[in-house]
């Protein structure tokens, strides 16, 4: 084919493609029998939107400022780079879909692909009604096996929307919100491993604006990879904030988030049982290397059955995630951690006045080792604790909590501090300020700065600083990022240059300041310009030293996902995840009616994420055996023993 037969071909595929991407205008002046392809020829209806199947490249255009009453659901998918828009024209205030007293959604995409939402108002004023889930915008995925992806919302306004706090209906409790986007798995894949449940990808959530909602503000409940939430403000909501479920690499950066939490935990809600109390502002579950950043949080409710009330919190099944460059104000606590999380980092945030439980640990310290370091609070009214929430009596504090080094807590005023081990329920919470746990002083906190009162003494910390931060205005934080200017170190601070080093830091202060001189300030704030130099053999030995203690100690965490027989013949041991590059090992089954125990070497492994044991053994043996594992990378090194518990089999 020569080259002008190929540019023909070309151009007519082009213009194959553009004369199917169509602009629908849509206008309470329009006529629904028009074909809608211009301002003069729109279209007038919800319902004429809703019987129409969009394709690739299509827009749909409300007139501005218009509104309409009844709820969209929008039908159809887009395509690689030619997403499916539903936006506005004619100025720049928004079209407006008010619900109602309707249940559900005012904008719905349920199975579909490639939709962007922006510049859309929705909204309902109508009273709560017991039993009844309101939303703003949802998008859903429920089809088995399919993967849904790249979805858009962008610049809308979902207010004045009244839903149910609680309940178990499609619609209430955690999906009574403004904006969703949802997995919905339809059955249990582990009860029937042949249902594959569907997937979400690419979702971006970004600058809408929520108020005067219950219960949620935005919530990503299962999408995985490239989940975005940035730049969105809440204000008046009756639950949580942002809550994102599920992504591996997410990110949750600049935003602001005002009042949350504010009528979950009353004692009076209707509803009974089915109102789920505990609610934070922004906060990640079942989350993987996800990062919060660069996010406002301010005056957080917290009624009396709520145990939350936090700022911030790392939930069930975290795993390396990071919180760090944000700030917290006048909340009930500035950080929760849950149990079953691993390694987590909070670092150089900035809590001003969150006050009851400041901090609040809930899991292992040597298992999870998540760490704070470089943060700043500060506290000058009330009592602000670091809370060891034990569940129970009978469970033991000497291995509860987080590691802390290089923080900063400053007291002023009526203000201090307090390290308290808890237990019971919100409404009977039991505080424990005498115990100690019995591990080495410097096990918890250690190189960290302490100014003020400590309620039951100081923390014991070996290496601790007792001095002035002499930070340039601490305590004058007002709205925004840019007005916490108070919490830098001034010249003659003690705090300059004598922090310890602290491996994968991020590089990085609060305010932008590189974190590469070797010597690191306590606080958020590293001070420029002292002439000290980094050793950068010696630190980045000492980052691989740290690299490698990770990886074996979240191989052990890993162990065992599961331990079962699939026959009379095999031991199984199927993972949590697969093991990392570089782990070795072996994995000894150990007969007890036996002389000789049966290994399998996992540096050997094809699938690295199930080890089978082949035994010859009976059943009663079998439950009368133990597995031991033994474990190494670089100079780190692990042996324990799994007691065995038969499993049902399953399914590969």
Request: hydrophobic share 35%; glycine share 10%.
């Amino acid at each position: 084919m020569n080259r002008f037969k190929l540019f023909i071909v070309f151009l007519l595929a082009a213009t194959s493609v553009a004369a199917q991407q169509k602009t629908y205008f849509v206008s309470p002046s329009g006529n629904d029998t028009a074909d809608g392809l211009s301002v003069k020829t729109a279209w007038k209806t919800l319902d004429k939107i809703n019987s129409t199947e969009f394709q690739p490249g299509d827009k749909i255009l409300l007139e501005s400022g218009k509104i309409w009453y009844g709820q969209l659901k929008l039908q159809g998918s887009g395509a690689d780079c030619q997403p499916i828009i539903i936006s506005s024209y004619g100025g720049e205030k928004r079209p407006i879909i008010n619900i109602g007293k309707a249940e559900g959604a005012g904008i719905l995409i349920d199975n579909q692909s490639w939709w962007h939402v922006e510049n859309m108002e929705v909204t309902s004023y109508a009273a709560p009604e017991l039993g009844v889930g309101r939303q703003g915008i949802v998008i859903t995925a429920s089809e088995e096996g399919k993967d849904f992806s790249n979805f858009v919302v962008r610049n809308c306004y979902v207010h004045d929307i009244w839903g149910q706090m609680g309940g178990n209906s499609e619609y209430s409790g955690y999906y009574s919100c403004g904006i969703l986007v949802r997995v919905k798995a339809l059955r249990n894949r582990f009860a029937d491993p042949s249902y594959t449940p569907p997937t979400m990808n690419n979702v971006l959530i970004e600058g809408n604006r929520i108020e005067r909602f219950d219960k949620c503000g935005i919530i990503t409940w299962g999408p995985k990879n490239n989940v975005v939430v940035r730049k969105n403000y809440m204000d008046n909501l009756g639950g949580d904030g942002i809550f994102v479920n599920g992504p591996y690499r997410g990110l949750i950066e600049y935003n602001e988030i005002h009042r949350s939490c504010m009528r979950s935990g009353y004692l009076d809600l209707p509803g009974g049982d089915t109102w789920w109390p505990h609610t934070a502002a922004c906060w990640i579950q079942n989350t993987e290397e996800t990062i919060m950043q660069f996010n406002e949080v301010y005056d957080t409710g917290r009624e009396p059955k709520n145990g939350d009330g936090f700022s911030y919190d790392f939930d069930f099944n975290c795993k390396r995630c990071i919180a760090q460059y944000n700030y917290s104000k006048n909340n009930h606590g500035f950080m929760l951690l849950m149990y079953n999380i691993f390694e987590n980092v909070i670092r150089y945030n900035i809590s001003e006045n969150d006050r009851t439980h400041l901090i609040q640990m809930q899991g292992s310290l040597s298992k999870d080792r998540n760490i704070f370091y470089n943060n700043v609070f500060y506290i000058d009214y009330g009592t602000a604790d670091l809370d060891f929430f034990r569940g129970s009596k009978e469970n033991s504090i000497d291995d509860l909590g987080a590691y802390f080094y290089n923080n900063i807590f400053y007291a002023t005023g009526q203000g201090r501090f307090r390290t308290v081990y808890t237990d019971g329920d919100p409404m009977v919470r039991f505080f424990d300020e005498v115990s100690k746990p019995n591990l080495p002083a410097g096990s918890i906190f250690r190189h960290n700065c302490y100014f003020g009162p400590w309620k039951n003494g100081l923390p014991e910390d070996p290496e601790a600083l007792l001095a002035d931060p002499i930070f340039s205005a601490p305590g004058t934080g007002g709205e925004g990022l840019c007005t916490l200017g108070g919490y830098q170190l001034m010249t003659g601070s003690p705090c300059v240059n004598t922090g310890i080093y602290i491996p994968f830091n991020g590089g990085r202060d609060f305010y932008g300041n590189a974190v590469k001189d070797g010597h690191p300030d306590f606080g958020a704030f590293e001070f420029l310009g002292s002439g000290a130099f980094a050793n950068v053999a010696e630190e980045a030995a000492r980052d691989k030293d740290a690299a490698d203690a990770s990886s074996v100690a979240w191989t052990k965490w890993m162990f065992p996902g599961e331990l079962y027989v699939d026959n009379p013949k095999i031991v199984s041991i199927r993972l949590r995840e697969a093991l990392e590059d570089g782990i070795t090992g072996f994995v000894t089954f150990e007969n007890t009616k036996s002389a000789k125990p049966i290994k399998a070497d996992i540096s050997k492994l094809k699938d690295r994420s199930i080890i089978d044991l082949k035994v010859d053994s009976d059943k009663e043996t079998l439950m009368g055996s133990r597995v031991r594992v033994s474990i190494r990378k670089g100079k780190f090194a692990e042996e324990w023993v799994i007691s065995f518990a038969e499993r049902p089999a399953r399914r590969r």
